[in-house]
């Protein structure tokens, strides 16, 4: 109590947000601080406790131009918002610093120092939390038992190598291994797993009794080469524990799990599964993580070393990603307070929606290899208390119809989140005094920063170490089932208020479930006599006459549409799915309700279903590139960029983000929204895409066709180059008087006339010095850039019906080298562009070829690219070699 400078404020008034909705008149009451608690107690009603635990920030804004204050607005980690509004600045200074102190000292009284131990006394004398509703809910011996441990497989056994947990401290006391492994060689594979938590059974599935076995990472070092051979032994008694049950399968029935199907036992005979090898290895981290462990003497399994198996990495990552993507939800919330709207750019840059996609993957991987494959998966992360309890519990509840009842869901987490030593007291901040924000504005909108520099402060604070444990990995797996019981909303027994009041229950410390971090400390702190368990508020004992005690979900928790039918392994209906879930990964949508905001303001305008079902079947038709409305416009640019040849036009301008985010209209006459063209095709959804994708979009178009039209630009120039050479020795051998008398010889049948082997140079006695025979010369130089059938039409045309000039009409149509302005009045190839990209590298004079139309002529362009200049004149009557074969 020396920590509470104010303990009680007679009048203020209380207000609680609900998402942007205005916020109601607030209440008048008091308020009342205590070491866990702060209490209001309205006028009129019911008291509201806010425990301290639960705080996620504390925001205090200076006083009003008119000097009264401003109210204190206190944030939860269930998401909710209130506003304290008090008359003095002296009582809001008094709480101010009161819940500092208290946040802050947490950790100075210990774990014996929060309410789950106080909350004994008010329950003295009441035994209800110590019966089958409360911590003996779950009971591994019987729970096993259920999966046919002992009597449809004789491949398992309970091991109590652990009972004083010294072999392991953060593991159960019993551990399920296989039958062949000895304690002996137990205490040999332990050294090998990080931690000691070497693999343990938790899930035997009840058609194929394949496994679910979960540790830590193995210490192989930064060589990658230390093993074990006895924790090699142990993976193969893992992987080959299915020929070792007593009888053939055996389905389950709710009612009685160890009671088998007629319909299944009718097959008769011994069946062997396994025959085709397809064990998993799942390391829940990124490939990169895995390998850094390494360098700590960690790492990842050397596969060379592991036979009948393969290892699959899923990219989760680690805890440190997990808690900075939900303080980026929780940053966008607050934002939208001040702003009216929530930033759903902002909530996809937490990336919180990416991280369950990336769990939900490993689930259906997991549910598939066990369920389809007949096979057994062993899942581990670095410590194997994180990721590892999420990727051992979700697909048991995809594979176990027990597990969709709240009975199930109490006894799943309690063997694989409570038993198996998930970090409660470090992932939750019991004892961390940091965990909470305290954030004073200065006067302007100054709510962000502070925010963000408490949070960096954090980082360098004596007690930055607990901090930087805290993450919300049990939060994700509530979130996860979530989505699962939004994909299959008629398979579960419990609705979303069970998951919300569990994800409260995680932080408020009101029991002794959630409260520490491993099943040694429960048993050095007692708690299952001094603290109360969190089952006892979610279920009621009925006592049935002559029958056990049973357990009855309370009505606020349960689903009305829950029908258990649905699982039944023998049902021959036609979406009948032996009572196996599998997940859509890509289906993850924001759980709204836990978040206190509505399902418009954080997805969206909800679809109808009938527009629903038209994307779905719109999405099938998408069979190429030509029908993705996003690759679509990079494969038009890279057909025509292919398609190019020497023409007199200029090349098209890239696409813009204007013409890539509407649909395209006829450029001969301007589409009108009523016309059919400006219409959507039938049976498609008009879904134009976002304004972040077109930009992208168009940044790749960009990008594509600069780099594309640079590299023809680059080849267009050099034959540009080797054209106008070619033409200079042209116009060089019809002015030289050599030329007039016949130097070159005929070939072919070719007069002793024709100009068109002299176009390309006087270098005659090439080709006939390396084979001794004269190829035929072209006449014309052809597009290296035209399609085959191009080419192949414009060389016959020529070859059948150009004749060649005269040497009389070549000569006199030549400029003369001696009159520079020549150049300018014959060919537009020496007119040179301001801007290079504006020219056609491909507009070239057609003077070699035959003369082209006097249309095409007027058409042509003014611009053109220039002409490289004139290289030194070669002596005349010099053999030259204008296409650079060399002579032989």
Not at 84 to 111: H, M, N, Q, R, Y
Not at 323 to 330: C, G, Q
Request: with cysteine; hydrophobic share 30%.
């Amino acid at each position: 109590m020396d920590l509470i400078k104010t303990p009680s404020i007679r009048s203020m008034h209380l207000s609680k947000r609900e998402g942007l909705a205005p916020a109601p008149p607030p209440t008048a009451g008091s308020l009342h601080l205590t070491p866990h608690h702060l209490i209001f107690r309205p006028t009129s009603g019911d008291e509201l406790w806010i425990p301290l635990p639960i705080l996620y920030s504390v925001t205090r804004n200076p006083p009003t131009i008119t000097g009264s204050p401003t109210p204190l607005i206190l944030r939860t980690r269930d998401f909710a918002v209130y506003e304290l509004s008090f008359g003095s600045s002296a009582d809001i200074d008094g709480v101010w610093d009161s819940l500092k102190a208290l946040c802050t000292g947490v950790a100075a009284e210990g774990i014996e120092g929060l309410y789950a131990f106080f909350y004994e006394g008010e329950r003295k004398g009441d035994r209800k939390g110590k019966g089958k509703a409360g911590w003996g809910i779950y009971q591994p011996e019987k729970e096993f038992q259920r999966m046919g441990l002992g009597s449809r497989s004789k491949a398992w056994r309970t091991s109590a190598i652990n009972a004083d947990f010294e072999f392991c401290p953060s593991y159960p006391a019993d551990i399920v291994v296989p039958s062949k492994i000895s304690d002996t060689t137990l205490s040999y594979a332990v050294k090998y797993r990080s931690k000691g938590r070497l693999p343990g059974l938790v899930y035997l599935h009840w058609a194929n009794l394949g496994s679910i076995t979960r540790s830590s990472q193995p210490m192989v070092g930064i060589t990658q080469g230390a093993r074990s051979i006895q924790d090699e032994k142990l993976l193969e008694a893992v992987f080959t524990s299915h020929a070792q049950h007593s009888h053939p399968r055996q389905a389950f029935t709710l009612a009685s799990p160890s009671s088998s199907s007629s319909s299944l036992d009718s097959q008769g005979g011994q069946i062997v599964y396994g025959a085709q090898a397809t064990n998993i290895i799942i390391d829940a981290r990124p490939s990169k993580n895995a390998y850094a462990n390494s360098v700590k003497g960690a790492g990842t399994e050397n596969m060379s070393f592991y036979k009948n198996c393969k290892k699959e990495y899923l990219g989760i990552d680690n805890i440190h990603v997990m808690r900075s993507s939900l303080n980026s939800v929780y940053d966008a919330l607050r934002e939208s307070e001040t702003t009216g709207y929530v930033d759903r750019n902002a909530l996809r840059q937490s990336n919180w929606l990416s991280h369950l996609t990336n769990i939900l993957d490993g689930i259906l991987i997991i549910t598939r290899t066990i369920h389809l494959y007949n096979s057994h998966v062993l899942v581990h992360c670095s410590d194997g208390w994180d990721r590892t309890s999420q990727l051992s519990a979700l697909p048991q509840i995809c594979l176990d119809p027990y597990y969709r009842t709240a009975e199930g869901l109490a006894v799943l987490i309690e063997k694989d989140w409570i038993a198996y030593g998930h970090r409660f007291a470090d992932r939750s901040g019991h004892l961390c005094g940091d965990r909470v924000q305290f954030v004073q504005g200065r006067g302007d909108d100054t709510s962000a920063q502070q925010a963000f520099l408490a949070s960096v402060t954090k980082q360098f604070s004596p007690n930055s170490h607990a901090f930087k444990e805290t993450c919300p990995v049990f939060q994700q797996f509530l979130d996860c089932i979530y989505q699962l019981q939004r994909q299959f909303p008629e398979r579960f027994e419990w609705n979303g208020e069970l998951l919300k009041r569990l994800q409260y229950e995680t932080y408020a410390g009101k029991s002794g479930t959630f409260l520490f971090n491993s099943e040694r400390e429960r048993a050095a702190f007692k708690a299952r006599e001094r603290t109360k368990s969190v089952w006892e508020d979610i279920f009621d004992e009925v006592e049935v006459e002559g029958e056990e005690v049973k357990l009855k979900l309370k009505d606020e928790f349960g689903n009305p549409r829950y029908n258990p039918s649905l699982d039944d392994p023998d049902s021959r209906q036609l979406d009948a799915d032996q009572g196996v879930l599998l997940v859509d990964p890509q289906d993850v949508k924001w759980w709204f309700e836990l978040f206190g905001r509505t399902e418009e303001e954080m997805n969206g305008r909800p679809v109808p279903e009938s527009e629903r079902e038209k994307t779905v079947t719109a999405v099938t038709v998408v069979e190429g590139v030509e029908d993705d409305p996003v690759l679509s416009p990079v494969a038009a640019l890279t057909s025509s960029l292919g398609n190019l040849r020497p023409t007199s036009s200029s090349p098209p301008p890239l696409p813009s983000a204007a013409h890539l985010s509407a649909p395209p209209q006829s450029s001969s006459r301007p589409s009108s929204p009523s016309s059919p063209s400006a219409r959507a095709p039938a049976g498609l959804p008009l879904d134009l895409p976002s304004q972040a994708q077109v930009a992208e979009a168009v940044s790749s178009v960009q990008k594509f066709g600069w780099s594309a039209w640079k590299t023809v630009q680059k080849y267009g120039q050099e034959a540009a180059t080797r054209y106008a050479e070619s033409q200079q020795q042209q116009r060089e051998q019809a002015a030289s008087p050599s030329s007039e008398s016949g130097h070159s010889r005929p070939m072919n049948g070719e007069s002793s006339g024709g100009s068109s082997w002299r176009a390309f140079g006087r270098n005659e006695g090439a080709s006939e010095l390396r084979s001794g025979t004269r190829a035929p010369a072209p006449s014309t130089i052809s597009n290296p850039w035209a399609s085959a059938d191009e080419a192949l039409s414009s060389s016959s045309s020529r070859i059948s019906t150009a004749t060649p000039p005269s040497p009389t009409k070549t000569r006199s149509a030549a400029p003369s080298l001696d009159d520079p302005l020549a150049f300018d009045s014959t060919s537009t190839s020496a007119k040179r562009s301001a801007d290079p990209l504006s020219a056609n590298p491909w507009d070239t004079p057609s003077t070699i070829s035959k003369p082209a139309p006097p249309t095409s002529q007027s058409t042509r362009p003014s611009t053109s690219y220039p002409a490289p200049p004139l290289k030194e004149q070669p002596p005349k009557g010099a053999d030259v070699d204008p296409l650079g074969v060399g002579f032989s």
